[in-house]
């Protein structure tokens, strides 16, 4: 089952970034006092009590503003409150009630989600409260007072928050059909691919970037096996300014990941691959998901016998954090290699779920630590005491050590390409936790 989603959303300037990060427990967006500063999306992985979320933060809110980046922006709030289960809406104690902070209200109810009403930067509640009963007139509830500079009143408004989460405790029964999401930026044939697997025109299909505004499940059969396809598709090209418009291709890319199995990230033959693939693929990449780089239009490249060989090297040079990636060249068009795609598809699921026992897992370890000796720095050397598998989905390993800071990433590194070297992993992350452990201790 998928995490729940909140969205943080409000006009700029309230704080949305400042709660955001103080949630995640990290700085992870950037906090400035200029209305607009964020201007994507960013996600985070989220942990309350029991409960676990993706949460996401968003440029602010202008709802009536003509500027373009303040439109692009208020667009892009628009599809995290379609994207979420449950809204964080701030307000500003400070600034006071305003009325984009009522048009902003307005919008939120249209969309029918649950929304719990924040107001921020109440820093002393026996000053501040007074004005915080003003925001009553929003109509949505009952105001939760805090400060995220602070980290007052966070605990309230989470209790607020996961109430409205799904109830998953019931006697659901459990969908064991896999999950595979296709992402990439607009306009690459994400829905074409689908169309193609499908046999029938299931979703949309437009020359237009972002025809699909909303992730759609869609059931497919191949031979005998049941799997369940994600689309997820970019946003209307209003104006120009690509930077705008390949941050949406972000935005629409995190809530499907969470629940897939398998991501299928979506390259264009005729454009090659770009930095924007890169940033949609490692949305996949970071939370171990098993990858596959589909490079669609294939049929509409011209070729020679180094064609294939110069679009996989500038894939492996610009998805050089992974390196484990499946490649394909494919045409959702002609369908050539789609079935080859679900032989993959099936392949990378069993890489993800793989668990190598202990003992195996150490023998191969020593071995790579005797041809090649571990790092030392000033005279002490790291001694690897013990490696185990933890968990699956992705693969995880627990290396036991002597000393953590010893445990360079390029070591850890040379340890992965020895596992893989033997194990094959193919299509998936590997994830290394490193423990220390004195000598002599059990």
Not at 80 to 109: H, N, P
Not at 251 to 276: F, H, K, L
Not at 287 to 300: L, Y
Not at 364 to 391: C, F, H, N, W
Request: hydrophobic share 40%; glycine share 6%; proline share 4%.
């Amino acid at each position: 089952m998928s995490k729940p989603v909140v969205a943080i959303v409000g006009r700029p300037n309230v704080g949305k970034s400042t709660l955001f990060n103080a949630l995640a427990g990290e700085r992870i967006s950037i906090v400035k006092d200029t209305p607009g500063v964020t201007r994507d999306r960013i996600y985070a992985e989220v942990s309350w009590l029991n409960y676990e979320f993706t949460m996401i933060d968003t440029g602010g809110i202008e709802p009536e503003s003509k500027d373009v980046i303040l439109s692009q922006m208020r667009e892009q709030a628009e599809i995290a409150i379609a994207s979420a289960d449950v809204i964080v809406f701030i307000t500003d104690v400070r600034q006071g009630l305003q009325d984009s902070d009522s048009k902003v209200a307005d919008m939120l109810r249209r969309s029918g989600r649950p929304v719990v009403l924040v107001v921020n930067k109440v820093d002393s509640f026996e000053k501040y409260m007074p004005d915080v009963y003003e925001f009553y007139n929003l109509g949505i509830g009952d105001p939760f007072p805090v400060s995220a500079v602070s980290k007052l009143g966070l605990g309230d408004m989470l209790d607020e928050v996961v109430k409205y989460f799904p109830d998953y405790s019931g006697d659901e029964e459990e969908d064991d059909r896999p999950r595979v999401a296709i992402i990439g930026k607009p306009n690459v044939g994400k829905s074409s691919l689908i169309n193609k697997l499908a046999k029938e025109d299931r979703v949309i299909v437009s020359e237009i970037a972002g025809t699909t505004r909303d992730a759609i499940d869609t059931d497919i059969k191949y031979n005998g096996k049941d799997y369940v396809f994600i689309d997820t598709a970019g946003l209307r090209r209003k104006n120009k300014i690509k930077e705008e418009i390949e941050r949406y291709s972000l935005i629409r890319a995190v809530t499907p990941v969470v629940s897939a199995v398998v991501c299928i990230t979506v390259i264009d033959a005729t454009e090659g691959v770009t930095e924007q693939d890169a940033k949609i693929a490692g949305i996949a990449h970071e939370r171990g998901k098993g990858i596959i780089i589909a490079v669609n239009k294939w049929d509409a490249v011209e070729k020679d016998d180094k064609t294939i060989y110069k679009h996989t090297e500038k894939i492996r040079q610009i998805l050089s954090f992974m390196p484990y990636a499946e490649i394909l060249f494919i045409s959702a068009k002609s369908g050539q290699r789609l079935g080859k795609l679900f032989e993959l598809i099936d392949v990378v699921i069993e890489n993800n779920s793989m668990r190598v026992a202990t003992g195996v897992l150490n023998e191969i370890v020593a071995e790579a630590v005797a041809m090649q000796q571990p790092p030392s720095d000033k005279g002490k050397r790291l001694k690897i005491y013990y490696v185990t598998q933890a968990a699956v989905k992705p693969p995880t390993f627990v290396v036991f050590v002597n000393d953590k800071e010893l445990m360079h990433f390029s070591y850890t590194r040379y340890l992965e390409n020895r596992i893989r070297d033997t194990f094959g992993f193919r299509g998936t992350a590997l994830k290394f936790i490193i423990r220390e452990r004195k000598e002599g201790t059990s």
